[in-house]
């Protein structure tokens, strides 16, 4: 059984920045790639950040640049720094992982960009 907790949501004005953590529950963490997705009121769940578990990274366009995702496998902690956020990047977002075919979700925390 794999558990995923998300932290550190919040409402920021456009131009802010907010870091989000993932705490992963399970020795196993440090051998499987953790994600970030997304999803906006209306809108598909998109992915956003992926880190492979030797730390190899890859981001939507939509946030490259912006966005930094991080993993400390000794705490078993997964991170997404957000910067310059947008408007558009108003959504829940979510930790993931697929852990033997099987996909584990968080319970999401909330990000909202407004002024």
């Known amino acids: 059984q794999v558990q995923l907790v998300e932290s550190g949501g919040g409402l920021v004005q456009p131009g802010g920045s907010l870091r989000l953590t993932c705490a992963a529950s399970?020795?196993?963490?440090?051998?499987?790639?953790m994600n970030w997705y997304r999803q906006a009121p209306g809108k598909q769940r998109e992915l956003v950040a992926t880190?492979?578990?030797?730390?190899?990274?890859d981001y939507a366009d939509s946030v490259k640049d912006r966005f930094t995702i991080s993993r400390d496998n000794a705490e078993s902690m997964v991170y997404l720094q957000m910067n310059s956020l947008k408007l558009e990047d108003t959504a829940v977002y979510y930790c993931?992982?697929?852990?033997?075919?099987?996909?584990?979700w968080g319970q999401g925390t909330q990000v909202t960009v407004s002024s």
């Open positions: 399970g020795s196993i963490f440090r051998r499987y790639r």
């Open positions: 880190i492979t578990p030797d730390g190899s990274r």
């Open positions: 993931n992982a697929v852990v033997m075919g099987i996909p584990y």
